[in-house]
């Protein structure tokens, strides 16, 4: 299984930003429930936005109002798209997945990982 990030850069506060997440190797990603989790620097991974392959998004209570979680299963893409960015979004933004089971969506207990992609947002 493999996860491509994209999308990361460097924007200014107030900036929007989308980033995708393609998948490979999973039979079929409808069958999986799909996450972006990002990492600061020093502090420990933290959840932002899920979707469930049965249904639902969720959002960590900084993401919401401001980041829609969306996926097209039919091409095995999963976005993230970030509106007014602030510097306390600065983060390695990573897609994670994992099969479809009871699990808290707002963790970051996922079996599979991408590479990440660097979202910096300046003052």
């Known amino acids: 299984v493999q996860l491509q990030a994209s999308g990361g850069g460097l924007v200014q506060a107030g900036d929007s930003l989308g980033l995708a997440c393609t998948a490979s190797g999973l039979p079929y990603m409808s069958w999986y429930d799909m996450a972006w989790i990002r990492q600061a620097p020093g502090r420990e991974r933290e959840f932002v936005a899920s979707?469930?392959?049965?249904?639902?998004?969720f959002y960590a209570d900084s993401a919401k109002g401001r980041f829609t979680i969306a996926r097209d299963n039919a091409m095995s893409t999963t976005y993230l798209q970030m509106e007014r960015l602030n510097p306390d979004d600065t983060a390695v933004y990573y897609c994670a997945a994992g099969p479809s089971r009871y699990r808290d969506m707002t963790s970051t207990d996922y079996e599979h990982w991408g590479q990440g992609t660097q979202v910096t947002v300046s003052s």
């Open positions: 979707s469930a392959a049965t249904g639902g998004t």
